[in-house]
């Protein structure tokens, strides 16, 4: 068990004062993102990154390892006692969340949410540290070849099987390939459409790229609501968050199968947890019509357990695939991966090996920043929803704030802050007419190894496509691809014809 | 929705287009530095201009044809309830809000180099203040003193961030 003996190494170097000072901002901030509707975690990593660049890598780490989790734990409360979910991932567990709520059981309701982040999380980063070894192993086998079909596997799952329109989710994928472009070609030294424009010539800055879509688009997005959105009511909560036995007997399992629709689509670049939050409460659902007592409609603790067990489950097994083979499988994974590179590091088969001291350590940070979420969300979790109430316009106007300072300290360009502005008015729209702003981000970080690990495998071949599908694993992925295709069209067709 | 922002729509596939567009031209203007084999520095590039404008035409087309279809799945019946409660997708469009935002940024980006980080960012706060519907204009220039004070500070001073004085320095 050389995982344990790494893992305790792990959490004597995570166990310092100012390691955990920053996990509790992280996982502060985190909750707070999570709470307010609009933002989220990828939006304050991406906000945070250039501010952070000369911090310690495992504080910094640390850090957005507590806001990755927190946003997660934070996105249901304003869901079950406002009905307004702060995130997507939130939507699932908000709808018999606030049903509790409103029938008075709102602190059973946000214990069980809390209670289900955490055992999902839990779970899920366990299984990351005993398999985060031999997926590294697997992954060091990894050739051009391999390394294309990953790449090919992410792109098409992201932009298809996701977004509720195959078309929408391709355009945005193709909006970051072209992003992905811009800059000199490495291997030949070619200028590819800078516009002989001198800072362009590394390309676009990732990190402009990420704060304009995510935090500028966002800004300009809400500006365009100012007057037209209602207000949601607060559910005032009597007591403390805490559940009696019978119910933790009701909602244990639902947790449990929750995280087991977690765990895998962690590893699948689908965007996050929407999916897997749906396909839990979907589950809880059919398991209670067929039960003598339905609870569903009434507010049933099942239906907030699985899906808030599903969500985290997902980011903890996200981690494993991000470390192990550098596939970021959502936005907040992505904006994670550029964390990484921000401080030297590849997320990669070779990432444990490199620096493998660091990696069990932000491992052993994400179990201590789960038990931090959760004394942070139990007893006061009715507290974080006072959030809500800070003004909206100060709000924006200091994440647009942040953001510009961030972007001209990465490299003191103005030039990088009339792209952010382009390119936040694209992310804008985008939110507008529902493009998912994801496949943008995962194609800007896999769009060049895509591209090299292509030209190197035709390159290594002499130019023999055949090359690409010559191994079990190139060939295992895209056998998962087809799968997964096939599986989203079924799924698609079969959610049409229930609307006739 | 209505006929008018359904035709909004469109603003992403003219993106499309305009992508797709310029890396064609990019690429038929390329200087091709060195020996690049069949899969050259263009290759890639061609796989994506062609994608941007195949979607372009789709999405074009999905706008423009008269809908038919429901709107997007979902999922499940009770998310749509939930879904309509919240202003996802409001009737009207605050254009005024968003030239406002837009507007702050650009002063910003003129300003900050020749004005300063203080100044400027102080004027990037209210604006976007006075934009997302803060009425108090005294509050929102105080605010944001504080706020781009604070930054210069903590970035600045602790942590060593380049920002630009300008006249104050």
Redesign the interface.
Known sequence: MEQLTNLAGGFADALTLSNLLFVLIGAVLGTAVGVLPGLGSAMAVALLLP?TA??DPLAALAMFAGIYFGGLFGDSIAGILM???GNSTA??S??EG?RMARAGRAPQALATAAIGAFIGGIIATVLVVFFAPSMADLANRFGPAEFFALAVFAFVAIATVVS??A??G??A???G??LA?VGI?Q???????TFELRPLFDGVDIVVITVALLA?GE??H?????????EAKLIPTGGQPFLSRAEIRQALPAWLRGTGFGVPFGVIPAGGA?VPT?LA??TE?ALDRRSADPQFGKGSIKGVAGPEAAGNATAGTAMGALLTLGLPTSATAAVLLIAFRQYGMQPGPLLFERNGEIVWALLASLFIAMVVLLILNLPVAPLWAKLLKV????L???I???A??GV??AA?S?TD??L??GI???G???R????PLAPVLIAVILGPL??YS??DA??NSG?DPAVLVSSPITIGLYAVLVAGVAWAVLR?RR??RA?F | MSERRQL??L???V??LA?GV??VT?ILT????????????K???WV?AV??LV??V??AV?VLRPST??P?????D??DE??D???EA??????R??A???G???L??LL??PVG?LIS?TL???V???????RNHVV?LV??LG??AA?QLL?GGL??????PGILG
């Open positions: 501010l000369s911090l009905n307004t979910p939507i699932a908000s709808l606030h509720d329109s078309i929408r391709l355009a994928l193709a909006i390939l072209a472009v070609d291997p030949t030294g070619t200028q590819r459409f500028v800004v300009i809400q500006a365009s609501k100012v007057g037209f959105a209602d929407e749906f409460y979907g659902r003004p909206k316009a100060y924006y106007a200091g647009s704030l942040l510009a300072f001209y300290a003191a103005t802050l009339l952010m502005l936040g008015l694209l804008f729209a985008m507008r007419y529902d493009v895509a591209e292509l030209r035709m390159a130019n698609r959610a049409v609307d | 909004g729509a603003v992403i596939p993106v499309l992508v310029t890396l990019g390329m200087d091709e530095a060195g020996e690049g084999g069949l899969f050259g520095p290759a890639f590039p994506i994608l941007c979607v372009a789709l999405m999905q279809t429901p997007t799945a979902d999922p499940g009770e998310a939930i879904l409660g919240e202003p409001p009737e009207g469009t605050n254009w809000g968003v406002i935002v837009v702050g940024v650009l910003f980006i900050l180099e980080w960012a990037l706060f209210a976007v203040a006075v934009g997302m519907g803060a929102s605010a944001g706020l781009a930054i970035f942590l060593g961030i380049h920002i630009p």
